[in-house]
């Protein structure tokens, strides 16, 4: 399909010519037409990058910087003129300036260590805020071991606003560097970057932007801004994934040593000694994603087509829907309610309790692709008092009408939720604690999954049947009390909370007791397959079962999504661990208070 630029734009924006340019916007998944408000995570291509991507291998391909020959040349050229683009884009001064990376985490890394090498030493102070993503905490936590160097954080209000008062107060002749986000993916929060460089520049720190979640929606002007790095993902940006740029100042830069060490980035090699190529290639080791950046210069074209002056009135528009429509559902709390936001509103539902995970899932079996987790932002989850969220983030392409239909399923999954019987409450923290651990459901493992195996057979389609058997089975689980509900008993690596608790089995040589509870419908159901499996059963006979074939058996390695099959994988894990505790007859790992009995 040919692609023609929105020259036709007027000062109406037209988000139906602009959907006809995104061929996926118009598939349907789970039979349903595809509503797609999981922009933060990584946005729709129009025909325009998959084509110009496409060209490039068909008449282009070719390696660059090295050949002398006419098609090495063609490919040199448009992997220049996007980075020339991206300059332009960013209103940076020079292009040699813009660094091609894989993506906003490799730029920050590539800062870190760079700068941190050149820069930092021990008692040195990098600060980083209370709303980054883990790609923006812990690069520096490793800089950070490396060099001595300490951090610290600029807390937030209860709104998911930086407390730039603290923020100033904390910066002194020691901080180096400071590195924050400018829309938080999270929360949706805008951060006032200008005047959190201006402070820093105050005492000489450098500054870096995570302009993440930034560029697709506003225009952006490195310049005057004012920090020293800026930088991005291109799959944001309606560009392919793993090419992303960084920003930075020529004179900062010049002075920091290279990241990666490779073909490209040298001026002259010997076994004594190596002297760099200049910027940018001093920083661009061995064959970049030569595709990626060409791809990433014809997204950046198209959105300047559209014009995002265009565009900035119909996405604040749908923010302010989405705020609507989702903040007038009784029990449905907004997490992040700053007063400026970029297209992303994160909620959770407090009544009825239904988890994240439960609520994303329900969501997608109607064709709405929402965000469920903690987004990589595990700090922000525990600042604002909950384990996950559910984030609907907007692109210029979605419509009111998508708004509707998302705020029309979570009212639907809420009304079905509260229909349910409501599940048992667990035992008041501090009554004593006496614990049912159930009883083996088999004469042994082999013998529980022969017959899961013949039930699973019977039921047929996943969809259909097959989930709310294992809903219904987790439904029976009785609650876990609050005192097992504790750090050590929590499993990490599950996309929803949970706590899973072990014992050596009474009066038996290696038996193993467990009970384990999720805030998830889903999870808890997997936990009921896990306890009819092994609750009870010896420690040498959960050992030698064979999980994987059964899991297999059953179809849930097909039907689970990669996070759930983690999340299982994590729960099996720990229970093969107590299991090989127990086998070698090491002493208790589980931890409980000592009434339990
Ligand atoms: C604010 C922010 N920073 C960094 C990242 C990491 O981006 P990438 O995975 O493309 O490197 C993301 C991705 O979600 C983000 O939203």
């Not at 220049?80 to 292009?95: G, N, V, Y």
């Not at 528009?317 to 989702?326: D, N």
């Not at 009408?401 to 409501?422: F, K, T, Y």
Request: hydrophobic share 40%.
């Amino acid at each position: 399909m040919a692609y023609t630029p929105h020259s036709s734009f007027g000062s109406v924006f037209n988000v139906e010519k602009v959907r006809a340019d995104f061929p996926i916007l118009h598939t349907a998944v789970r039979g349903k037409p595809l509503i797609y408000l999981d922009n933060g995570a990584t946005t729709q291509k129009p025909q325009a990058v998959i084509d110009r991507i496409s060209r490039f291998y068909q008449t282009e391909n070719a390696n660059i910087h090295r050949g002398v020959y006419e098609l090495s040349q063609r490919a040199t050229e448009a992997y220049e003129e996007a980075r020339q683009k991206i300059a332009r884009f960013l209103h940076a001064p020079q292009a040699r300036e813009i660094i091609f990376t894989r993506g906003t985490t490799e730029g920050i890394n590539l800062v870190a260590s760079s700068f941190g090498r050149r820069f930092l030493r021990a008692g040195d102070e990098i600060v980083l805020s209370a709303m980054e993503h883990h790609s923006n905490i812990v690069p520096w936590q490793l800089v950070a071991e490396q060099t001595g160097a300490v951090i610290r954080v600029i807390p937030m209000n209860d709104a998911g606003e930086l407390m730039l008062g603290e923020y100033e107060s904390l910066l002194n002749p020691r901080t180096k560097i400071v590195a924050v986000v400018h829309v938080s993916n999270s929360l949706g929060t805008v951060n006032d970057v200008e005047r959190i460089v201006k402070s820093a520049h105050r005492v000489g720190a450098k500054v870096l932007i995570d302009g993440a979640q930034w560029v697709a929606h506003h225009p952006t002007d490195v310049q005057s801004i004012g920090c020293d790095f800026y930088v991005f993902s291109g799959h944001k940006l309606f560009g392919p994934t793993g090419i992303g740029a960084l920003w930075g100042r020529a004179e900062v830069l010049e002075q920091m040593a290279p990241y990666q060490g490779g073909g490209d980035m040298i001026e002259s090699v010997t076994f004594e000694k190596t002297t760099y190529a200049a910027l940018p290639n001093k920083f661009e080791a061995g064959t970049p994603d030569i595709a990626g950046a060409v791809g990433l210069g014809a997204a950046i074209d198209y959105l300047q087509s559209i014009g995002f002056e265009n565009f900035e009135p119909h996405e604040a528009e749908l923010l302010k829907h989405a705020t609507e429509r989702l903040g007038a559902i009784p029990g449905l709390r907004i997490i992040g309610t700053a007063d400026k936001k970029g297209g992303v509103v994160s909620f959770v539902i407090d009544d009825p309790p239904i988890s994240s995970l439960d609520l994303g899932t329900r969501l997608d079996q109607l064709g709405i692709a929402v965000r469920t987790g903690h987004h990589c932002c595990q700090p922000v989850m525990d600042r604002m008092g909950v384990p996950a969220t559910v984030r609907a983030s907007i692109a210029l392409y979605n419509t009111r009408e998508e708004i509707d239909a998302l705020a029309a399923g979570v009212r639907q999954v809420i009304a079905e939720q509260s229909a349910r019987r409501p599940r048992p409450t667990a035992p008041q923290a501090g009554a004593t604690l006496r614990l049912e651990f159930p009883e083996p459901a088999g004469a042994s493992p082999q013998a529980v999954a022969d017959e899961l195996t013949d039930l699973f057979d019977f039921l047929g389609d996943w969809n259909e049947q097959r989930y709310p058997q294992v809903i219904e089975m987790g439904d029976k689980l009785p609650p876990m009390p609050a005192e097992l509900k504790i750090e050590p008993n929590r499993v990490r690596g599950c996309q929803s909370t949970v706590h899973l608790f072990a014992r050596k089995r009474p009066d038996t040589e290696d038996g193993v007791d467990f009970i384990a509870d999720s805030d998830a419908d889903i999870v808890r159901g997997l936990i009921a397959i896990l306890e009819r499996l092994f609750a009870g059963q010896s420690a040498r006979e959960i050992l030698a079962f064979d999980i994987e074939s059964f899991l297999k058996r059953l179809g849930l390695d097909q039907a689970l999504t990669m996070g759930r099959r983690n999340g299982l994988a994590s729960m099996i894990q720990r229970i093969r661990s107590y299991a090989q505790a127990m086998a070698s007859a090491e002493p208790a790992v589980a931890k409980s208070p000592s009434e339990v009995t």
